[in-house]
């Protein structure tokens, strides 16, 4: 099975800062690499699709990249609303896997 | 607008069954493939099940497989969870999600399942 491994596991962040999180898969991956954002108390709401295509109607401040093991998720410019705990997830191969969470709280 | 609205949770007994159902609308149901992916709260996400739009592939996570079965009725625009031999462990919020390119792109809503004595 691919384990993804989210660091930092939590990252405090102010308004406005920029914020990167990072996803390594324990053995390369292709593009089918997925970030799930999921405020509390709520459903996981799909961010990035193919490890670098943003879903529709999320903001442009959020951007992701990657290659083989390594994907980062990276907000550009950090909003209120953006304080949640990021997922990142792998369809590369059955088991799909998601990292553990990274979760953005406010300094 | 689309729609997935999971049923069927509860608490149970270890060793006992049930079955989760989870009715989708707002979309063409048979062109999409359908997960299961569960939650305990306060904790990270587990992808569980996928079942591909044809109901020919099955896939499921180590820690459900030979215990769990997924199934789907495209007449009736609904996904299945069939759950046997249940275990404290399986405790969580199950979440039916859509597959879109190989990510989630809507979940419902969830039931909560708990095994307990």
């Known amino acids: 099975d691919i384990q993804m491994t989210q660091s930092p596991s939590s990252v405090s962040a102010s308004v406005g800062d920029k914020v990167t999180i990072t996803c390594r898969a324990s053995?390369?991956?292709?593009?089918?690499l997925a970030w799930y954002q999921q405020k509390p108390g709520k459903v996981p709401n799909l961010l990035i699709y193919?490890?670098?295509n943003l879903q529709s109607g999320v903001p442009s401040r959020f951007s992701a990249s990657g290659f083989g093991t390594d994907f980062t998720l990276t907000i550009s410019s950090l909003q209120p609303e953006d304080f949640a705990t990021y997922f990142c997830?792998?369809?590369?191969?059955?088991?799909?896997?998601f990292g553990q969470g990274t979760k953005v709280e406010i300094k | 607008e689309v729609y997935l609205v999971e049923s069927g949770g509860g608490l149970v007994q270890p060793g006992g069954s049930l079955r989760l159902s989870c009715a989708a609308s707002?979309?063409?149901?048979?062109?999409?493939?359908m997960n299961w992916v569960r939650q305990v709260p306060g904790k990270g996400l587990e992808w569980i099940s996928y079942?591909?739009?044809?109901?020919?592939?099955?896939y499921y996570a180590d820690s459900v497989k030979g215990r769990f079965t997924i199934s789907r009725d495209n007449a009736k625009n609904s996904v299945y969870l069939q759950m046997n031999s249940l275990r404290a462990e399986d405790t969580a919020v199950y979440y039916c999600?859509?597959?879109?390119?190989?990510?989630?792109?809507?979940w419902g809503l969830g039931t909560l399942v708990t095994v307990s004595s």
């Open positions: 999600a859509r597959d879109s390119r190989y990510s989630f792109d809507f």
């Open positions: 707002g979309f063409t149901f048979s062109d999409f493939s």
């Open positions: 079942i591909i739009s044809t109901a020919n592939a099955k």
């Open positions: 053995q390369g991956i292709n593009r089918w």
């Open positions: 193919g490890t670098s």
């Open positions: 997830q792998q369809a590369d191969s059955f088991p799909w896997t």
